[in-house]
């Protein structure tokens, strides 16, 4: 299946921003996002990534084609071509090997209550 | 009959009448109840209506009073929780038709603690379904249909905390309880003109509260002022082993001293790259900024660090959000939400890797230390508390401007609700002036992770100096 184009599709979803863009979208005619506007490297949008979307849509539908419109299985790649480029993002800053994530495992004390329901 | 100017008057106000016995909690409860059932449904502010369980409550403070045992300043006082925290007897539909009909045996812990202070539930606050957990493109993605905002009902509160926002702005309650895992009690705060506190990550237990990404989410106050929420906070803060995250004891507390206050001026960053441009906005925040420093504040601007602070923010909550409701992205009954953007985002956010999530949580602990060094020089930082005034309900997003590259003078640009919300930073929003449609701006103040009470003293003190929180507006 081809790629869309990036540049023609409506791109950029933000979970939260989405609404309050919409929002303010109906009076500036425009979303204000810098971030969502900006198409960052939206020329430079490397054959890696093209098929890293690619092959997580395949997925998305041998998933859950069969509950997916014409027009929803669009969406779907335009939210998983909004998602790579945010991932893109990611990888290109630069991390050592010592930067550890901001998750970790807390011991329970002994006396940790059981859950109410 | 109680004068409805007294439905706004902030917590510590009706509780200093409360505990003279000058106010009767049941008059109070029941002066909110008939202006929730009158003004309540006209901004879809409530899922639910708790009549019942407010008079019961209600009549047990006055009786507690009475005899001598007040609990303190919540005693009495009148709130509504937003509908994704459990409250044993009633619905919890976290604002979503796939869980209208869902119900808790169980209190949140957030509600016992209010239940131990003695407040009055009036009602559940209405939500953006989800609290947009799965994405939504509108204001009418809830249940309960689209929050109107009792400044201009044409116009949007803002989400998530949608209701909680309305709930407050028009004195349906004292205060309300909002959610927020990126902006959801900053932005309705904001828009609604009230005063609403993000507490650190942690402080405040969600046990018994809808998670959509578990290293994100937050409980927290809006209210009339900032001293509100400090009182609040003292209350609903503390250590709980039930949630994973919560804060160890001694530290997750918040004890609240209202005399105290910073023996030397407050160092006050103002960032200069938040938000996009926008003239009038600016203008209403350099004005605050202007009132802080004439009162002895030290002002300097400040710049968030640079960083993928939004991306980060962004995609943690998606990839933890894949993984909170997998249930019903496994089910299909994510078809049954009301935005079409949450009928299908789950499916697509699945196909995020654990190495994706690593490397993002990797990149947050960088970042942490990054914003965490500004603190150096500033108690607090100041911004907007959104980059607009509330905006018109719309039912369809409109085309996005398809512009091909970045404007430069935004490039570098943060919202400091990404930023702090990834950081797990409090932040106080209170209104700071109004636009000529009267509509409220809001001034949010950010602190360095714990350090709640800096925000609070620092918005506590620009209310002494101003009165834009005493203004509400007027419904028929």
């Known amino acids: ?117 | 009959m109680i004068d409805e100017q007294i439905l706004f008057r902030p917590i510590r106000e009706l509780a200093a009448r409360i505990r003279e016995r000058k106010l009767s909690p049941v008059e109070l409860a029941e002066a909110y109840l008939e202006r929730s059932e009158r003004v309540g449904p006209r901004l879809n502010a409530f899922a639910t209506l708790t009549r019942d369980l407010a008079l019961n409550q209600a009549r047990a403070a006055e009786r507690e009073i009475a005899a001598g045992h007040y609990r303190g300043p919540l005693h009495g006082i009148p709130y509504a929780p937003k509908d994704l925290v459990a409250v044993q007897g009633y619905p919890t539909t976290w604002g979503a038709p796939p869980f209208a009909e869902q119900r808790f045996p169980y209190n949140a812990t957030i509600i016992e603690k209010l239940n131990a202070a003695g407040a009055v539930m009036i009602g559940k606050a209405a939500m953006i379904e989800l609290a947009g957990g799965l994405g939504y493109t509108n204001g009418s993605a809830s249940l309960t249909g689209p929050a109107r905002n009792p400044w201009q009902p044409e116009c949007w509160t803002c989400g998530s905390s949608s209701g909680s926002g309305a709930v407050v702005a028009a004195g349906l309650a004292t205060f309300s309880i909002g959610s927020d895992t990126r902006g959801s009690i900053i932005c309705p705060t904001a828009w609604c003109g009230v005063s609403g506190l993000r507490p650190s990550f942690g402080r405040v237990s969600r046990y018994g509260a809808m998670a959509i990404a578990w290293s994100m989410d937050k409980l927290g106050p809006m209210a009339r002022t900032a001293d509100d929420c400090g009182l609040i906070l003292s209350v609903i803060a503390g250590h709980d082993p039930r949630d994973h995250d919560s804060l160890p004891a001694g530290i997750a507390d918040f004890p609240y001293d209202f005399a105290s206050e910073q023996a030397r001026p407050l160092r006050i960053g103002k960032l200069t790259n938040a938000w996009p441009p926008n003239a009038a906005l600016e203008s209403v925040i350099d004005d605050a900024v202007h009132i802080l420093e004439k009162d002895g504040a030290k002002i300097a601007d400040a710049h968030v660090p640079d960083g993928p602070f939004e991306d980060a923010a962004e995609l943690t909550i998606l990839m933890e959000a894949a993984a909170s409701f997998r249930n019903m992205i496994h089910s299909g009954s994510c078809a049954r939400l009301r935005d079409p953007l949450g009928q299908i985002n789950g499916y697509v956010c699945e196909e995020f890797s654990s190495s994706d999530y690593l490397d993002v949580q990797r990149i947050r602990a960088v970042l942490q230390q990054r914003i965490d060094k500004l603190f150096d020089d500033f108690d607090v930082l100041v911004a907007a508390g959104s980059d607009s005034t509330a905006q018109p309900l719309v039912e369809r997003p409109q085309p996005k401007r398809r512009s091909t590259r970045a404007r430069p003078e935004e490039v570098n640009q943060k919202e400091p609700d990404g930023i702090s919300s990834l950081c797990g930073l409090p932040a106080l929003c209170v209104p700071c002036g109004f636009s000529q449609e009267n509509l409220p701006y809001g001034l949010q103040f950010l602190a360095r992770a714990t350090h709640d009470h800096a925000v609070v003293a620092a918005a506590k003190r620009f209310q002494s100096l101003t009165d834009w929180h005493a203004r509400h507006p007027k419904i028929p």
């Not at chain 1, 419109?69 to 945010?86: D, F, H, K, T």
């Open chain 1, 1 to 117: 299946m081809q790629e869309q184009d990036p540049e023609s599709t409506p791109n950029a979803v933000s979970r939260r921003r989405f609404g309050r863009r919409a929002a303010f979208a109906a009076v500036a005619g425009t979303f204000a996002s810098p971030l969502l506007d900006s198409q960052e490297g939206a020329g430079s949008f490397p054959a890696g990534d093209q098929s890293a979307v690619d092959a997580k849509y395949a997925n998305v539908i041998r998933k859950y084609g069969d509950r997916l419109s014409p027009a929803q299985r669009v969406r779907a790649r335009e939210i998983l071509v909004s998602q790579q480029r945010m991932l893109k993002r990611i990888r290109d800053f630069k991390l050592e090997n010592s930067d550890a994530p901001a998750t970790g495992l807390r011991l329970y004390p002994s006396d940790t209550p059981e859950r109410r329901d």
